[in-house]
């Protein structure tokens, strides 16, 4: 069972990394961080480069892999916050809270 969400704003918008792989870092250090283990890898889907203000709000599908093996998936969704000139993005998923 997925418990808890997180909504924040994330990162620069105007980044030359695409937001996939932005979205994979962001996941992988706060999720070590909130669940005191180390995460081995994360991989989000689809690959998007951006996602801008007319794309409304885009969801991911990720999959946790921790160093000792045990995995967990979550969707994600990222929104850009503004039309013009966005300082980021606002990001929701479900953390594995006890559920590992």
């Known amino acids: 069972m997925l418990l ?4 924040i704003v994330v990162w620069a918008h105007q980044s030359t990394t695409p937001v996939y792989v932005q979205l994979q870092g962001w996941i992988k250090s706060n ?14 889907s ?3 480069d951006v996602v801008s203000w007319q794309d409304g709000i885009v969801t991911f599908h990720c999959a946790v ?3 000792d093996g045990a995995t967990y998936s979550t969707p994600a969704t990222l929104e850009a916050r503004c039309a013009t000139g966005c ?3 606002h990001l929701n998923y479900h953390d594995p809270g006890g559920s590992l």
């Not at 808890?4 to 909504?7: C, E, N």
């Not at 999720?31 to 989000?44: E, L, P, Q």
């Open 4 to 7: 808890g969400v997180l909504g």
């Open 31 to 44: 999720v070590a961080r909130d669940v005191h283990r180390r995460v081995r890898s994360v991989s989000c």
């Open 46 to 48: 689809p690959r998007r």
């Open 65 to 67: 892999r921790f160093a």
């Open 87 to 89: 300082i980021g993005y």
